[in-house]
């Protein structure tokens, strides 16, 4: 069964919409780009995983400074994770900090897949914002005087192909 998601087309990288850029601008950032625009899952908006997932083959450009990567790569021993504290605006323009880890998901194969993941206040940003799975979302980078900063854009699919924001 195809889901909403399934029907859309790829956005173009500069769609970020005009209220989020003016938002940024106002912040003093720059540096603006797209990391990844995705379907959520169930598991993206369910309160028992408060994680948002960023699957490292699913990022569209590097958006870490090779010191943030390494920071990250730093905390896969034993289970413990290393976290950047970010700044994150979200869909209503209001501001939140919120955790960026990088997780190592080990498969039954012995395989192992990586990604990042929005974490600690993720399950209050999904609920106050409403995100539903099978709504398609943009996270979106920038940097304020060289700090990461993040921004949680919502989709949805026009009739030509592109995207509008709820």
């Known amino acids: 069964m195809a889901t909403r998601c399934d029907q859309q087309y790829p956005t173009p990288l500069s769609d970020l919409p005009i209220k989020f850029r003016k938002r940024i601008r106002a912040l003093g950032g720059s540096d603006i780009a797209l990391i990844i625009?995705?379907?959520?899952f169930?598991?993206?908006v369910s309160s028992g995983?408060?994680?948002l997932s960023i699957p490292l083959n699913q990022i569209r450009q590097t958006f870490l400074t090779p010191q943030e990567t390494e920071f990250l790569n730093s905390g896969?021993?034993?289970k413990k994770c290393s976290e950047l504290e970010v700044m994150l605006i979200k869909p209503s323009l209001r501001r939140d900090t919120i955790s960026l880890r990088k997780w190592e998901m080990k498969k039954a194969s012995g395989s192992a897949t990586s990604m990042y993941v929005l974490v600690g206040k993720w399950n209050s940003v999904?609920?106050?914002n409403a995100?539903?799975?099978d709504e398609t979302v943009q996270l979106w980078?920038?940097?304020i005087?060289?700090?990461l900063c993040l921004a949680l854009v919502k989709r949805r699919a026009k009739s030509n192909g592109y995207f509008i924001e709820f």
């Open 49 to 51: 995983h408060n994680r």
């Open 76 to 78: 896969n021993n034993e």
């Open 42 to 44: 169930k598991t993206d």
């Open 145 to 147: 005087n060289s700090k």
């Open 141 to 143: 980078s920038f940097r």
């Open 126 to 128: 999904a609920w106050r």
């Open 131 to 133: 995100l539903r799975e």
């Open 37 to 40: 625009q995705k379907c959520l």
